[in-house]
């Protein structure tokens, strides 16, 4: 059973495993790095040495494995987690689920297919997951729903439902477009139009909810935030009515994002799925306290995310 009496607006000062992050740029570039952080989790966490990787923000940890393993204490020997979409993650007790790499250096972030990371299709209308029904204890997915259409992610939350047990949590991390839209309403009025500012933030709100308004004039991206009044989810629409490749998935370019989320649409889709409750948070945050572990967790990109525990 969930234990419901949980902090959700946790400090990191009272959320903390012991760890020593490093910080280089040829963190997000080097191939060797990725290799040297999987031996560790795989050979050394036993031993009390954990690593993960963050192309994110350049940065190498080495971490407790010891205080790590504590956060799993709760859980049973034997039950299993997942991450899909798992790019450079890499944990001891998780199983690793993405679509392959396009590039050198991403499929070095992989690593070795069948082994570091099992390749799967989300947006295949024929894909289901090879695992039996209820038995899943966790799932995690970070920035990955935004490279799915609608269709397939609900595919693929369905299927999570399915392989999930009673009281399992799914966690997602997506984009929190929303707020950037927000941001830029907040601009609209202290910045006469066409301002260097007023115009870098706009162009980039837009292209974190669809990748494809890299190709659209800025004038006409500037009159869809007019003509949606500064609204995420109207301009998302406005801009599939008149580009609908900009929605579609590309299999040589899956980095793109083509969907666009909230809490409103996520709570909305999960509660017709089945699973009881769609719990908004915080990164380093939740139900499940592996997640807790932000070296390892909800390190992609946090200043313009947001994080949902959904429980079955």
């Known amino acids: ?51 993960s990787v963050n192309r994110y923000d350049n940065s190498f940890t080495i971490y407790s494995a010891i205080q790590d393993r504590k956060l799993y204490s709760e859980y049973q020997k034997g039950e299993k987690f997942i991450n899909f979409g798992s790019g450079a993650f890499f944990h001891h007790n998780w199983k690793n689920y993405d679509y392959p790499g396009q590039s050198k250096y991403y499929k070095s972030l992989q690593g070795e297919e069948g082994i570091d990371f099992y390749p799967i299709d989300l947006c295949d209308d024929s894909q289901r997951l090879l695992i039996d029904n ?10 990955t729903l935004e490279h799915l ?105 899956p980095d793109r994002h083509i969907s666009y989320w909230d809490y409103n649409l996520l709570i909305g889709i999960i509660k017709k799925i089945g699973f009881r409750y769609c719990i908004p948070c915080y990164q ?5 306290r592996p997640f807790t572990n932000i070296s390892v967790f909800d390190n992609t990109e946090p200043h313009i995310s947001f994080y949902v525990d959904i429980i079955k």
């Open 284 to 288: 380093g945050s939740s139900f499940a």
């Open 149 to 253: 259409n609608y269709s397939s992610a609900d595919r693929f939350l369905r299927e999570c439902y399915r392989v999930l047990k009673e009281d399992g949590i799914i966690r997602l991390a997506l984009p929190n477009t929303k707020n950037d839209f927000l941001v830029c309403s907040l601009l609209r009025d202290q910045f006469e139009d066409g301002h260097i500012l007023k115009n870098k933030y706009m162009k980039d709100a837009a292209s974190h909810i669809l990748s494809y308004i890299n190709n659209i004039p800025f004038e006409e991206v500037a009159s869809l935030f007019d003509v949606s009044q500064y609204d995420s989810s109207k301009f998302y629409d406005l801009v599939n009515e008149k580009y609908s490749l900009a929605s579609s998935f590309d299999s040589s370019n």
């Open 134 to 143: 209820q038995t899943i204890t966790l799932i995690y997915s970070s920035h």
């Open 1 to 51: 059973m969930i234990n419901y009496d949980k902090e959700l607006f946790i400090s990191h000062r009272d959320n903390c495993i012991p760890s020593m992050r490093f910080y280089s740029k040829r963190v997000s570039s080097s191939k060797l790095l990725p290799r040297i952080s999987r031996f560790i989790n795989k050979y050394l966490y036993k031993i009390g040495i954990g690593s």
